[in-house]
């Protein structure tokens, strides 16, 4: 969720140098460090694992940041459409000078660890500090999505991705191993299934999928998911960030009630644009925040939190159910259409190339509080030896009924 101009080339401190990274002016770069060169990766990182179900869906995915690149499902008249955003040559997943983190796995944390440090267990730690020298991004600037991960377990539906994250990668403390499993069942969930352990040092951990939704598959060349259907029914609450003038993003500390008819009220349905003129909290205007999930009277971890989204255009419904407290909407806003991030054939109607443009995706990205390693109030992120972190999250598809919201 941010441009390459906004990554700094710090990553010495987390390669054991022991320089601060400069406050308040410190090198803007879009360079990933020199140890990562995309012309390096092999080749099979980049080779297309397809996943199937009996009932219509068809996914992709790649070893490189086990990312998924096209996902398929039949739309309410029967098509197929692609509903994620990403590239057709998968190389530029890595080669592309833009860090979207399109459809990649996050970690070791995802969001934002503010100034780039932390204590853990009475010891301090820099991290890499990939958005200039405010944050660690995403577990910093080669995160678990610029990674080259090992499929050891496939079926035609299922595939189980691991990667060994040593001590000390990005700055974070701890040998970490690290399982997600991508299923696309049979009730038409893409289902996230993630687990991790580390050695013999406790460390920090929350990990996500930057998938960006688009449903309407850019169907008659439609730009934005504005006129999305949201529905986050046991979202009450909404992490305060750092707004304006700096846009840091960074939450404050406070868990704010949602107040009823706000912007950030979606426990009714409610069309995505309608009130993002007034939810802005990025810089460049709209959604970029964490919804907290409030008590939930249901028993099963699994669907204990759910978040509807439908695309009037098409029908096609997703519904993603998470074990996670939180779970951060982004709208897209760092893309721009002048950045020609060229849509996928499959995402592409006419002749002439068509772009990614502003707001024209949505992501929902299940996870603990950002930033909980600074704020006893959050819950833990801290895996500590002889401990599994473990996380759940799926989405279902489904078709709605196009007449109900045109
Ligand atoms: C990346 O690796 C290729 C192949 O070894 C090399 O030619 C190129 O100069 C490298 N690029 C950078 C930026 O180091
Ligand atoms: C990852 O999967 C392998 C194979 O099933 C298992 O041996 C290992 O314990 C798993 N690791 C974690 C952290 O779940």
Excluded at 84 to 113: E, K, S
Excluded at 159 to 174: A, H, I, R
Excluded at 195 to 202: F, L, P, Q, R, T
Aim: include cysteine.
């Amino acid at each position: 969720m941010t441009l390459t101009s906004l990554l700094t080339s710090s990553f010495a401190l987390a390669a054991g140098a022991v320089a601060a990274p400069a406050r308040g002016g410190g090198t803007i770069s879009a360079t990933p460090p020199s140890f990562f060169n995309c012309s390096l990766q092999p080749a099979h990182a980049f080779e297309p694992v397809t996943l199937r179900n009996g009932k219509g869906i068809e996914a992709r995915m790649i070893a490189y940041g086990a990312t998924m690149t096209h996902f398929l499902v039949p739309d309410a008249g029967g098509v197929q459409r692609d509903v994620l955003l990403g590239w057709d040559d998968a190389t530029q997943y890595c080669a592309n000078a833009q860090h979207t983190y399109f459809g990649a796995t996050i970690g070791r944390v995802a969001n934002r660890i503010t100034k780039c440090s932390f204590e853990l267990e009475g010891q301090g730690y820099n991290v890499d500090c990939n958005e200039r020298d405010w944050d660690t991004l995403h577990g910093g600037v080669v995160g678990f999505d610029r990674r080259v991960w090992t499929a050891f377990a496939r079926s035609s539906s299922s595939v189980k991705w691991s990667y060994f994250s040593p001590d000390g990668e990005m700055g974070f403390p701890g040998d970490l191993s690290v399982n997600v499993t991508h299923t696309i069942t049979e009730d038409n969930e893409w289902l996230i299934e993630y687990s991790a352990a580390v050695g013999v040092k406790a460390t920090v951990v929350s990990m996500t999928n930057h998938a960006y939704f688009n449903l309407n598959a850019n169907v008659d060349n439609t730009e934005t998911v504005m006129e999305h259907v949201l529905h986050m029914p046991s979202a009450s609450r909404v992490l305060e960030v750092s707004g304006a003038p700096d846009y840091h993003l960074i939450p404050t500390g406070k868990v704010l009630d949602i107040a009823p008819g706000s912007a950030m009220d979606f426990a009714q349905p409610k069309v995505l644009g309608q009130d993002i003129a007034q939810g802005t909290v990025s810089e460049k205007g709209g959604y970029d925040n964490a919804w907290i999930f409030g008590p939930s009277p249901m028993t099963s971890k699994m669907t204990a939190h759910r978040v509807t989204l439908t695309s009037p255009l098409t029908g096609i419904q997703l519904e993603m159910g998470t074990d996670q407290p939180s779970v951060q909407v982004y709208t897209a806003n760092s893309l721009s259409g002048m950045d020609h991030l060229q849509r996928k054939a499959s995402q592409s109607f006419g002749s002439e190339p068509q772009y990614y443009h502003y707001r024209g995706a949505i992501t929902l990205e299940a996870q603990q509080y950002p930033d909980a390693v600074h704020h006893e109030n959050f819950p833990s992120t801290v895996l500590k030896p002889g401990g599994l972190y473990e996380q759940r999250t799926s989405y279902k598809f489904s078709t709605a009924d196009r007449q109900v919201w045109v």
